[in-house]
């Protein structure tokens, strides 16, 4: 399963006030609708320890595709799972661009995952919805493993429909944080991974 590092007592660049809240997912929502380059041009804004925390965070995200900067957010074996998808998509679409496509939206999305949690904004229907996909999802995990393992076991069909469940709950879980073109992401990462041909 994928893990995303929360520690709460990991040192973050926001500060979990009310105030800065409103300012995590104004940016969160803000930040898909900029330029991910590394250059990117600067805007004005005001120069304090929040506005240049902010910017600090969305020049991250603008390179956090890199798989190597990405294992700051995601332990080791999940990043070996991300690599294996990698080269699974590869091979299935026989396109580098697709596999990458598919990486960095997995990847920008447990980083925002990420932020969002370590600064306190999810509420309780949120958090039980959290708990749920994270049910689904291992027992999704557990039925892949099976498959493998265990000759004449293999169900696609029940596996897109388990992908679909998670989509749902992530749809849920962000919902009231983040941006049209991030709920777009998670159609694109789900839709790809639930393909009956991939699959």
Same mark, same amino acid.
Request: hydrophobic fraction near 35%; aromatic fraction near 8%; charged fraction near 30%.
């Given at each position: 399963?994928? %893990?995303? $590092?929360?520690?709460?007592? $990991?040192?973050?660049?926001?500060? @979990?006030?009310?105030?800065?809240? /409103? $300012?995590? +997912? ?13 250059? =990117? ?5 005001? *120069? ?10 969305? %020049?991250?995200?603008? %390179? ?23 080269? &699974?998509?590869?091979? #299935?679409?026989? @396109?580098?661009? +697709? ?8 990847? /920008? *999305? ?5 932020? &969002? #949690? /370590? ?11 959290? !708990? ?9 995990? %557990? ?7 265990? !000759? ?9 429909? $388990?992908?679909? =469940? ?8 962000? @919902? ?10 998670? !159609? ?12």
């Amino acid at each position: 399963r994928i %893990k995303v $590092m929360t520690d709460k007592n $990991m040192p973050t660049i926001i500060n @979990s006030t009310e105030g800065t809240n /409103k $300012m995590v +997912e104004k940016y969160l929502q803000e930040i898909d609708d900029e330029e991910d380059s590394a250059d =990117e041009e600067e805007t004005t804004v005001n *120069t304090s320890a929040q506005s240049l925390g902010l910017r600090a965070q969305k %020049k991250l995200l603008g %390179k956090i595709s890199s798989k190597s900067v990405a294992k700051i957010f995601i332990d080791e074996t999940s990043s070996r799972v991300l690599d294996n998808l990698h080269k &699974l998509t590869r091979a #299935y679409s026989d @396109s580098k661009k +697709e596999a990458d496509k598919l990486l960095k939206s997995i990847i /920008k *999305t447990i980083v925002k995952l990420g932020i &969002l #949690y /370590k600064n306190d904004l999810f509420n309780e229907y949120e958090s039980k919805c959290i !708990d749920e996909f994270h049910n689904r999802f291992h027992s999704l995990a %557990k039925a892949v493993v099976t498959f493998y393992e265990v !000759d004449f076991t293999y169900d696609r069909v029940f596996l897109a429909r $388990m992908c679909k =469940e998670c989509q749902d709950l992530v749809h849920k879980i962000i @919902s009231t944080h983040l941006s049209q073109k991030s709920h777009i992401r998670i !159609d694109y990462i789900f839709n790809t991974l639930s393909n009956l041909q991939f699959i």
